[in-house]
């Protein structure tokens, strides 16, 4: 293991190729037609009930809308015809995006690092706490995330998947939102390195983060979400959210002078949380609260979590029943833990003597009137017998005058407050010449100053931290000096106005790019919606709007490339590439079991020729044979646009050889957006065939084919690397 220097943020984005980012700006569109055609639907829907309704009818009876839990409809909308025109100008500047040469220096650095990042056959490993990067060879790697998980993990039953999906099927049925909640996809289990500890790197602690969330658990999260909400406004405990409400807890202290800190920090508390414990809090919060069997039993199942490693693999929590676990980064993970907080701060409120307590997930501060050492110490005692009963270990600190919690000091003895780093923390923003979007690096020394100006009690205080952020801003190429109170007029000008059902357009920024996205996009909804248009109501300037994304990262990258490395370390022996019982006949000329690939099928026929684009997510010559019996039987001609097509042929009595070749190969990885690699790299080939084509422009708002049945799919594990 060696150390990766990079003396910038790894959060810099670097140009993308002109692959990249038309595959991006394609995946964004797709998402915004997906939306304005259902709302274009429903609002035509409404319209034609109004217009053959009864004016006698009653708006009351109608059947109230159905809690979706925010879960977005997973079925492809119908074609509207009003949009197609719309569509189809969309998906030509798509297609004629022109780009241009950037020369920077910053971006040269950039791309310099990641082609030395993917051409690297080593994993890269972030630290912990710190900006630190590791290099390790896989097998190490490997080794390290097995080792950590082997610590509180064991091999999950064959079963487990299954019945953890039935569950979750059974109780999104019951909440009637079965057509909106998709399988859970695995993703593979990786540690950051505990650099900061003592004894390194002779001694290697990590922590080992389970990045496979339930998707039973978006629903629990507005669910707990409620439930934490009504809660907090009907008993009087302390739940900080933010630094901003410490701070207001800390300034409405009376005689601060008189009191003394007791500083708590739960232990391992996302993984410490027991079934028993969740339970007793949400039996708790029934009394306070309206939760539904169904609800119940959905935060429940959301627990019902499984880790998978590299090679295939499932584990589950040694010492829990029914696969039960609080995992880091679990989509209701901080909700959990909110509930669970608001109940121990309910019981602390009944037994500990302090004048006042408040808690921020696993950090905990209270205050008590100055007194004795024994006192002080019976308090801890106290404190620790109250988390001690919910199964949970805390460590605790008492009579302190000044303590660092979160990103704040406080000081009792003066009563002031100013930013607080960690050692050897030195701040690290975004390069001023990084492939963000120009409203981000524009407002970046803005939001710092008002950032440290929250932060900091006085004048004093703020200008001791001062230099630290300037320097770092100096170094990301800003020429800007952070001063108390700049940015705070343009915050009060701020004005919110009504709020608006928008419909947002996000596509990506990159700073080669010479078409005016922004601007070619609001032309077409001003040509194609225009005033007196059926859908100018709901497609305007006021309620479609545009927002510019982000490309990938250099974190992002990093973690690809991790990906990669492990996939290809762990990767099956090579199997046959062909099973034709004639080989010189195989319609990718030996290559015909190749898998996840789009493919291209060139029929020609006298002077005519004409193209196809497919996919494969298995093996190809399963496509290939399905193809070949929608050629071949009557009765299959009108599966798809290409048997559609020959049979038009034989119907003429016009003689056509077929060609088959690989476009290119992907996988079938889910994306941020829900689509996969495999469909987006299809839709891209669609687009860019410069040759006739028989493929419709309606295949390119279609819904993702493999959301079912590959989201499980394991791959064996690889034995023969075990030693």
Request: with cysteine.
């Given at each position: 293991m060696e150390r990766y220097d990079m003396d910038y943020s790894s959060k810099n984005i670097p140009i993308p190729s002109r692959r990249e980012y038309p595959t991006r700006l394609l995946e964004m569109t797709e998402k915004l037609l997906k939306r304005m055609r259902w709302k274009a639907f429903h609002f035509l829907k409404k319209e034609d009930e109004q217009s053959t309704t009864s004016d006698t009818s009653n708006p009351e009876e109608d059947e109230p809308e159905t809690d979706t839990y925010g879960l977005k409809s997973r079925r492809s909308p119908p074609q509207i015809p009003e949009m197609v025109a719309f569509e189809s100008d969309l998906l030509k500047?798509?297609?004629?995006?022109?780009?241009?040469?950037?020369?920077?220096?910053?971006?040269?650095?950039?791309?310099?690092?990641?082609?030395?990042?993917?051409?690297?056959?080593?994993?890269?490993?972030?630290?912990?706490?710190?900006?630190?990067?590791?290099?390790?060879?896989?097998?190490?790697?490997?080794?390290?995330?097995?080792?950590?998980?082997?610590?509180?993990?064991?091999?999950?039953?064959?079963?487990?998947?299954?019945?953890?999906?039935?569950?979750?099927?059974?109780?999104?049925?019951?909440?009637?939102?079965?057509?909106?909640?998709?399988?859970?996809?695995p993703k593979e289990a990786f540690v950051t390195i505990k650099d900061h500890k003592d004894n390194f790197p002779h001694n290697i602690k990590c922590r080992l983060i389970n990045p496979t969330k339930p998707e039973m658990g978006r629903v629990s999260k507005v669910i707990l979400d409620r439930i934490n909400t009504e809660l907090r406004s009907q008993i009087s405990v302390n739940q900080w959210r933010n630094t901003a409400s410490v701070l207001d807890w800390f300034t409405g202290l009376h005689e601060k002078e008189r009191l003394t800190f007791i500083v708590f920090d739960i232990v391992d508390f996302y993984p410490s949380i027991t079934e028993p414990l969740l339970m007793k809090c949400l039996t708790w919060a029934r009394r306070h609260t309206r939760i539904s069997g169904h609800e119940f039993d959905a935060v429940m199942h959301s627990r019902r979590s499984l880790l998978h490693d590299h090679e295939g693999n499932t584990w589950?929590?040694?010492?829990?029943?029914?696969?039960?676990?609080?995992?880091?980064?679990?989509?209701?993970?901080?909700?959990?833990?909110?509930?669970?907080?608001?109940?121990?701060?309910?019981?602390?409120?009944?037994?500990?003597?302090?004048?006042?307590?408040?808690?921020?997930?696993?950090?905990g501060l209270a205050v008590m009137r100055s007194s004795s050492g024994s006192h002080a110490d019976r308090t801890r005692k106290n404190l620790i017998r109250v988390f001690q009963e919910c199964g949970l270990k805390i460590t605790v600190e008492t009579n302190l005058k000044i303590v660092n919690f979160l990103?704040?000091?406080?000081?009792?003895?003066?009563?002031?407050?100013?930013?607080?780093?960690?050692?050897?923390?030195?701040?690290?923003?975004?390069?001023?010449?990084?492939?963000?979007?120009?409203?981000?690096?524009?407002?970046?020394?803005?939001?710092?100053?008002?950032?440290?100006?929250?932060?900091?009690?006085?004048?004093?205080?703020?200008?001791?931290?001062?230099?630290?952020?300037?320097?770092?801003?100096?170094?990301?190429?800003?020429?800007?000096?952070?001063?108390?109170?700049?940015?705070?007029?343009?915050?009060?000008?701020?004005?919110k106005g009504r709020s608006r059902k928008v419909i947002w357009f996000n596509p990506p920024y990159s700073m080669n790019v010479k078409t005016n996205i922004g601007a070619r996009f609001l032309k077409l909804l001003d040509t194609h919606f225009p005033a007196g248009n059926k859908l100018h109501n709901i497609f305007n300037r006021s309620t479609v709007k545009i927002s510019y994304s982000c490309m990938k990262n250099i974190r992002q990258i990093i973690k690809s490339h991790n990906s990669k490395i492990m996939k290809d370390a762990t990767q099956p022996p090579q199997k046959k590439t062909c099973n034709c019982r004639q080989p010189e006949n195989c319609p990718l000329r030996g290559n015909c079991l190749v898998d996840d690939v789009i493919y291209k099928a060139t029929v020609a026929s006298q002077d005519n020729s004409i193209a196809y684009i497919g996919l494969a997510s298995g093996p190809f010559k399963m496509r290939y044979n399905n193809h070949t019996k929608s050629l071949r039987?009557?009765?299959?001609?009108?599966?798809?646009?290409?048997?559609?097509?020959?049979?038009?042929?034989?119907?003429?009595?016009?003689?056509?050889?077929?060609?088959?070749?690989?476009?290119?190969?992907?996988?079938?990885?889910?994306?941020?957006?829900?689509?996969?690699?495999?469909?987006?790299?299809?839709?891209?080939?669609?687009?860019?065939?410069?040759?006739?084509?028989?493929?419709?422009?309606?295949?390119?708002?279609?819904?993702?084919?493999?959301?079912?049945?590959?989201?499980?799919?394991?791959?064996?594990?690889?034995?023969?690397?075990?030693?």
């Open positions: 500047m798509i297609e004629n995006i022109q780009f241009s040469q950037t020369k920077n220096k910053f971006q040269r650095d950039l791309r310099r690092d990641v082609n030395h990042i993917t051409s690297s056959d080593q994993v890269i490993v972030e630290a912990d706490k710190t900006r630190n990067l590791y290099k390790m060879d896989p097998d190490d790697y490997s080794k390290l995330v097995t080792e950590n998980i082997t610590q509180k993990y064991k091999i999950a039953e064959p079963q487990a998947i299954t019945e953890i999906e039935a569950g979750c099927h059974s109780i999104a049925k019951k909440l009637a939102i079965d057509d909106r909640i998709k399988p859970t996809s589950e929590k040694r010492d829990a029943t029914n696969q039960f676990d609080v995992s880091m980064g679990a989509y209701d993970g901080a909700e959990v833990c909110e509930l669970v907080g608001l109940y121990i701060l309910q019981e602390m409120g009944k037994r500990i003597d302090v004048a006042s307590a408040g808690l921020y997930r696993d950090d990103d704040v000091t406080l000081n009792l003895e003066t009563g002031s407050y100013q930013p607080y780093r960690k050692p050897n923390d030195t701040p690290v923003y975004i390069n001023k010449s990084s492939n963000h979007p120009p409203t981000i690096v524009k407002n970046i020394p803005l939001a710092i100053t008002r950032r440290i100006s929250e932060l900091s009690s006085n004048q004093d205080a703020f200008n001791k931290a001062a230099p630290a952020y300037n320097n770092a801003l100096a170094s990301a190429g800003y020429n800007f000096k952070i001063e108390e109170n700049a940015g705070k007029e343009k915050a009060k000008k701020t004005r039987h009557d009765r299959y001609k009108k599966e798809t646009e290409l048997s559609k097509y020959v049979w038009g042929l034989k119907a003429e009595n016009i003689d056509y050889t077929i060609r088959w070749d690989i476009i290119k190969k992907s996988n079938t990885h889910r994306r941020r957006t829900g689509t996969c690699n495999l469909c987006m790299e299809e839709k891209l080939a669609i687009i860019g065939l410069q040759e006739p084509k028989l493929n419709s422009r309606t295949e390119l708002i279609s819904t993702c084919r493999h959301g079912t049945t590959r989201s499980y799919r394991r791959r064996p594990p690889n034995r023969a690397k075990r030693k």
